[in-house]
């Protein structure tokens, strides 16, 4: 969440200073031009890019998917007998631990929370004094032959001529004004008010309090609003110049106002005195000729402000578009079958995926979990939550070929991915949250293996292998390579070669109930080997024969011995505790049913 958060803060920084550079290019045009450049900037502070982005990858495409050879895909499955086919190569270590950061963010969090009430009780509290005038005014009837498109009401007190409120704007003028100032005067003054009434600013002033808000924390929200306040004001003036009013006698009523009254407490009530006043003084006096934007400079307005919308949803298209696609497909329910275990057994050949008994969670399991990059394969269970319990109870059978050779984990993948939000209408967002782990720690008498030297093994490129082994070969020499297989009296054998701690983290996630997390801060690749005794209260651990044994097929006797966690320790001097870690969620958003073929 925090990458998230401050990638939007960059990019709204960075949004920010091209606005500043935009209204520079603009200074002589007219203050309404630049005014609506800054509020743009403000608003992008509540629109990520990330959001956009979003909105294109829902931009419907069919594409085809890249060709990769997947002959040693298959090659490798034979090794992994007899749990499960997809155990390939996994990934690469990404990092060897993690740091628990969760007091951080939740300071960070308090910190935030704190500033944001702060400055909403401060303005709620002007918003009542304002409030309080507006309760206490009664509607009156001006002398002026100006047409006021707003009630027009008096209240008591010294606060200067304001609009108030939003949807429905009234002007509020303090008691007596009429006495204070000359006719002329009190017209100059309507128009303004009314300019702010037409041009609705105290609605744009709503939404920018708003960012202020939520983003106090940043200076450039801050200087966005003085460059607001004072655009408006200006544009306001120019406005009433432009219908007549002489300036010396215009800059003379704001004066006036000044004289006697006080300055409106909220940037959302429109008044006649904000910004800086000795400029805007000068401003008005000098009464300079103030050009329309010129055709061309609209045309460029025009394609950035088009530029700044499309550009993130074209990257979002883009990135639907890099997800590859089945050239047909087929998916049947299949409630007759009952096959509850062994997610993702399927029978893979290049270019087709044939899956014949699997719930939709399974099948996510599948295409989000175990081959979710498509690139390598995660064994680690995949943690899910919502969707409709239709998702884990019915079955359903999948056919369907690419327009050519690709791997296992881009059929498994990312194809299967787009199969399943296209024909389910599923709908996912994945969430990280502070849950328990378990910690893969060094033991107190040190690991017991050596790391393996350099090139002692040989990283699987898919898309340029090296050539098969012949049948009766040894297993290839792969790093990351793992194997299981069961012992005659039961026990449950896990060989890993040429792997990194975190592959042996994530290996052994599949294993137990939670997540390990590697925490043991060594680099390198190891061969490991453990045997342990099944536990039929572990994920993945049931002995061989499981539930469904029966008579013809018993289950082998299991020679009691050390459970995972003694075997870890015992055999790799390694250990596995109790801890605490961020664990990603993947959260199901909306899904349907399939419609028939």
């Known amino acids: 969440m925090i990458p998230v958060i401050i990638a939007h803060l960059w990019q709204s920084t960075l949004f920010g200073a091209a606005a500043w550079i935009v209204t520079l290019a603009l200074r002589t045009n007219r203050a309404a031009v630049r005014y609506r450049v800054?509020?743009?900037?403000?608003?992008?502070?509540?629109?990520?890019?990330?959001?956009?982005?979003?909105?294109?990858?829902?931009?419907?495409?069919?594409?085809?998917?890249?060709a990769i050879r997947a002959e040693w895909?298959?090659?490798?499955?034979?090794?992994?007998?007899?749990?499960?086919?997809?155990?390939?190569?996994?990934?690469?270590a990404v990092t060897s631990g993690v740091t628990n950061h969760s007091w951080f963010i939740d300071a960070l969090l308090i910190l935030w929370a704190c500033g944001f009430a702060a400055i909403a009780i401060c303005w709620l509290l002007r918003w009542r004094r304002v409030q309080i005038l507006r309760k206490s005014a009664r509607s009156v009837t001006l002398p002026t032959a100006l047409q006021i498109p707003a009630s027009v009401m008096s209240a008591p007190g010294l606060i200067e001529p304001g609009v108030v409120g939003i949807l429905r704007p009234v002007l509020l003028l303090p008691e007596g004004i009429a006495e204070r100032l000359n006719q002329t005067q009190l017209d100059a003054i309507l128009a303004h008010e009314l300019s702010h009434v037409r041009r609705r600013d105290n609605l744009t002033a709503s939404i920018h309090m708003a960012v202020q808000a939520i983003f106090w924390f940043h200076p450039m929200t801050w200087?966005?609003?003085?460059?607001?306040?004072?655009?408006r004001e200006r544009s306001c003036d120019e406005e009433v110049l432009r219908h007549g009013c002489r300036p010396s006698l215009y800059a003379e009523s704001i004066i006036e106002v000044c004289r006697w009254y006080v300055s409106s407490p909220l940037a959302c009530v429109s008044g006649v005195t904000g910004s800086d006043l000795t400029r805007r003084i000068e401003a008005i006096m000098r009464n300079r000729r103030l050009r329309g934007l010129h055709p061309a400079k609209k045309v460029a307005l025009a394609i950035a402000g088009l530029a700044v919308l499309a550009l993130p949803i074209i990257i979002g298209a883009q990135a639907q578009d890099a997800k590859p696609r089945f050239e047909v497909a087929s998916i049947k329910p299949n409630n007759g079958?009952?096959?509850?275990?062994?997610?993702?057994?399927?029978?893979?050949?290049?270019?087709?995926?044939?899956?014949?008994?699997?719930?939709?969670?399974?099948?996510?399991?599948?295409?989000?979990g175990v081959f979710g990059d498509g690139v390598s394969v995660d064994p680690r269970p995949l943690h899910m939550e919502?969707?409709?319990?239709?998702?884990?109870?019915?079955?359903?059978?999948?056919?369907?070929?690419?327009?050519?050779?690709?791997?296992?984990e881009i059929l498994a993948g990312p194809m299967l991915q787009a199969l399943l939000e296209e024909r389910f209408q599923l709908k996912t967002h994945r969430e990280t949250?502070?849950?328990?782990?378990?910690?893969?720690?060094?033991?107190?008498?040190?690991?017991?293996?050596?790391?393996?030297?350099?090139?002692?093994?040989?990283?699987?490129?898919?898309?340029?292998?090296?050539?098969?082994?012949?049948?009766?070969?040894?297993?290839?020499?792969?790093?990351?390579?793992?194997?299981?297989?069961?012992?005659?009296?039961?026990?449950?054998?896990?060989?890993?070669?040429?792997?990194?701690?975190?592959q042996l983290a994530q290996r052994l996630s599949q294993f137990v109930d939670r997540t390990v997390v590697d925490k043991?801060?060594?680099?390198?690749?190891?061969?490991?080997?453990?045997?342990?005794?099944?536990?039929?209260?572990?994920?993945?651990?049931?002995?061989?024969?499981?539930?469904?044994?029966?008579?013809?097929?018993?289950?082998?006797?299991?020679?009691?011995?050390?459970?995972?966690f003694v075997a870890v320790q015992e055999q790799i001097g390694l250990k596995l505790s109790s801890d605490k870690g961020p664990v990603s969620y993947l959260i199901i958003d909306h899904v349907e049913k399939p419609t028939p073929n």
């Open 38 to 66: 800054w509020f743009t900037a403000s608003v992008k502070f509540l629109v990520p890019f990330s959001l956009l982005v979003k909105l294109g990858t829902l931009v419907p495409h069919r594409s085809t998917a890249p």
């Open 73 to 92: 895909v298959a090659a490798i499955q034979q090794f992994s007998q007899p749990l499960p086919a997809y155990t390939i190569p996994a990934r690469s």
């Open 223 to 231: 200087w966005i609003g003085a460059r607001l306040l004072d655009e």
């Open 337 to 368: 079958c009952h096959n509850p275990t062994n997610v993702g057994s399927f029978n893979p050949s290049p270019g087709l995926l044939e899956i014949p008994c699997q719930t939709l969670r399974s099948l996510i399991q599948l295409a989000y």
């Open 386 to 408: 919502g969707g409709p319990s239709w998702t884990g109870s019915e079955y359903y059978s999948i056919s369907a070929k690419a327009s050519g050779p690709v791997s296992t």
């Open 433 to 502: 949250r502070e849950m328990p782990v378990y910690a893969l720690t060094v033991g107190k008498a040190g690991i017991k293996m050596q790391p393996l030297a350099e090139g002692a093994c040989v990283p699987i490129d898919l898309a340029h292998p090296p050539p098969l082994p012949k049948p009766g070969d040894p297993p290839p020499n792969v790093c990351g390579l793992m194997m299981i297989r069961t012992t005659g009296e039961g026990n449950v054998v896990i060989e890993l070669r040429g792997s990194t701690m975190t």
């Open 520 to 564: 043991t801060g060594i680099t390198g690749r190891f061969n490991f080997h453990v045997e342990f005794t099944p536990d039929p209260n572990m994920p993945n651990q049931a002995p061989p024969g499981g539930r469904g044994a029966d008579a013809a097929n018993p289950a082998p006797p299991i020679d009691a011995g050390p459970n995972l």
